[in-house]
C-alpha cells in the first residue's frame, strides 16, 4: 500500500508562510498526478491544488492563485505547497492526495487513489 505523511503545518499569524512536505512511500507508490486539499470545520474538503506526472503542468483553487506554489521532487517522491500571503480564511487541515486516476479531473476528489492524514493549518488574525 501507498503511504502519505504531510508535515509543515502550524500557528502563523496573517500575512505569514508555511511550507508543507508530503512525503510518499510504499512499493505501490507512483509518480501520478497528485494534489493538495483542504477541510475546514463544518466544510466538505475542497481542492486547493494540483500537480501533473512530471511538474509540468499545475492547477490552483482561484483564491490561492498567486499565494501557493505547488511543486514535487520525484527523485525523493515528496510533493510540496509553498503557502505566502496566508489569510484566517486559509485555517484547514491541509490533505495530500496522489495516483489521480481517469477519467476524472484534477480538482474531483474521488480521482485520487491515496489520502495522507493532513496537517493542521492555523492562521490568526
Known amino acids: 500500500q501507498v503511504q502519505l505523511v504531510e508535515s509543515g503545518g502550524g500557528l502563523v499569524q496573517a500575512g505569514g508562510s508555511l511550507r508543507l512536505s508530503c512525503a510518499a512511500s510504499g512499493r505501490s507508490f507512483s509518480n501520478n498526478a497528485m494534489g493538495w486539499f483542504r477541510q475546514a470545520p463544518g466544510k466538505d474538503r475542497e481542492f486547493v491544488a494540483a500537480i501533473s506526472r512530471t511538474g509540468g503542468s499545475t492547477y490552483y483553487l482561484d483564491s490561492v492563485k498567486g499565494r501557493f506554489t505547488i511543486s514535487r521532487d520525484n527523485t525523493k517522491n515528496t510533493m510540496y505547497l509553498q503557502m505566502n500571503s496566508l489569510i484566517p480564511e486559509d485555517t484547514a487541515v491541509y490533505s495530500c492526495?496522489?495516483?489521480?486516476?481517469?477519467?476524472?479531473?484534477?480538482?474531483?476528489?474521488?480521482?485520487?487513489?491515496?489520502w495522507g492524514q493532513g496537517t493542521q493549518v492555523t492562521v490568526s488574525s
Open positions: 492526495a496522489a495516483d489521480r486516476l481517469p477519467p476524472y479531473d484534477y480538482d474531483d476528489l474521488k480521482g485520487y487513489n491515496y
